[in-house]
DNA sequence: GCCGTTTTCGGCCCGACTGTTTTCAGTCG
């Protein structure tokens, strides 16, 4: 609502407006919850005291929480009756010339745009400032849409991106040549592809970036930015720069936009002017060729991209208080492993035989329990004969000088009321118990977090995996008490798990970095189903670095015997209770 | 409407591309 209230304003050209609604809309986003939630529980102060959002729009807020509406959106709504973020989403069409399809034609929706496009294409063609090439463009942009994905998991994306990365590096004159803007950052969705690259011959560039096979339409095309559509559903912008501007274009390209306009705030304010060409004092160009430098230039330490999202990484950094983040292939071992025994492709000797060959030196072998039926999920005797099934390929794996190990997990269902679907006696038998949501998703909030909290005290009990159970696109995460769960999970030393299958990437980056400054012990696991799953563990790192993840607060960072050390002390500590 | 190492008024990121214009408006990122 306060997204559409800024594309109101600005049709009704009203100036300013627009963007302090558009940044009050981004910080309720990045909200880790439900603006709603925070509302009730701390009041109309606690919204005014998000950056962004000031005396007047913490009362629209309120409004919205309480009523469902406010004032402005009313009388907005009525003045233009119109799905402004279903049009405005179309490429190329924006607020001011909505308001031109809206006062002479009436277009309120997208099937209105598509009439008048039909029969009065002329018409059209005729309003101050259009012309046939703008009709022609705003047809395709309505096809195309039919044909946008939105946004897609970071993991189904990655490779493809960088693919393409590599045909891009092998063009004539391409010095260089990165992947920027949200899958630099790591986020867990991907809306576009950004590719930077430094070149001695942009036009050769954009000829051959146009000719990709997987480019179905060209947005646009120049010696500086070269704009397509891809097969995949997505967007690919290729940026053309000089390579002595490497650092400062991929600082910019990079983003996040926020980050961006902060840095730029703060850059201003000693004096100097950032952009993408880089650090100017004046006109002399204080630095440009690293981010490194540009940083240095500005007083702070190296921002590492994934925590570029204005979330106070700025004031982190000038305060000297940048956590260091967990390094890219810190992880010893994996915690959520599946296998042919419930629904995994390949046997436990073949997931171990990948891990061990990707660098990892321990697994956790997590099949599916009872009640999970669909997957055929163990029971307590068929946990006793993959028991046996281990000490196999852990003796096969030993006896070849593989210094690996396979631990027995299990990931056993959480009930309605709490309980799990495995008895005790089984699971003390196991080196680590992980329990996961599969059922009853839409529980109230009060009821969620109560069942929740019953498996975190549970003496035996070593990870909660996905904590919320989302599925990307498909299925919302279960709402509960974040706070209560956070500070039940670091009093008993129950372990929170990054889920980092790429449709689930669970918990988020926002809920990590709420649980690491409660002191939450956490893992990294693949949720992995076939071997090339194992390679997901290094975007389970991503998301850990974008929750601001030192690696002390990661596990299975820890050797195979200090981790089950660790479990087991925590065990014996819950017991204690 | 928001905000403050240019603070409670007076600013608000800025450059590229397109299509429409003869110098710029709209859109995008």
Redesign the pocket.
Known sequence: MLEETGLRYEMAGV???P???E??AAAVRALPEPVCERYRREGQEAL?A?????????QHIADICTRGTFP?FDELRKRFPVAVREL?A?????????RLLYEAFGVKTLEDLRNVLEHKPHKL?GL????????A?LRESLALAQQTRGRLPLGFILPSAERILQTILAIRGVRRAAIA?SIRRRKETVG?I?ILVATTDPERLAEAVVALPEVVHVH????????VRLSLGL?M?VRAIEEERWGAALLY?TGS?AH??HL??YA???GY?L???GLFQGKRCVAAETEEEIYAALHMPYIPPELREDAGEIEAALGGTLPTLVPYGALQGDCQVHSTWTDGTASIEAMARAAWESGLSYIAITDHTRALAMTGGLDERALDRQAEEIRRVNATLQKEGIAFRVLHGAEVNLLKDGSLDISREALAKLDCVGVGVHSHFSLPPEEQTKRLLHAIEHPLVDIIFHPTARLIGRRDPITFDVDAVFTACARTGTALDIDAFPDRMDASDTLIRQAVEKGVRLVVSTDAHAPSHLAYRELGIAQARRGWAPKESILNTLPVDAFLAHLKRNRSRRNAR
């Open positions: 100036p300013f407006k963007r302090a609604y940044r009050a005014d998000l950056p962004g959002i000031g005396e007047s729009i913490a402005e405005t179309l490429e190329g069409l924006g607020p001011k010339r909505l063609a101050p400032g259009w012309g046939e090439k703008t009709v463009h803007g576009d950004d646009q095309k120049g010696s500086a930015r070269t704009s967007d912008d390209f936009r961006n306009i730029r705030t201003e304010s000693m002017k952009n993408e060409y």
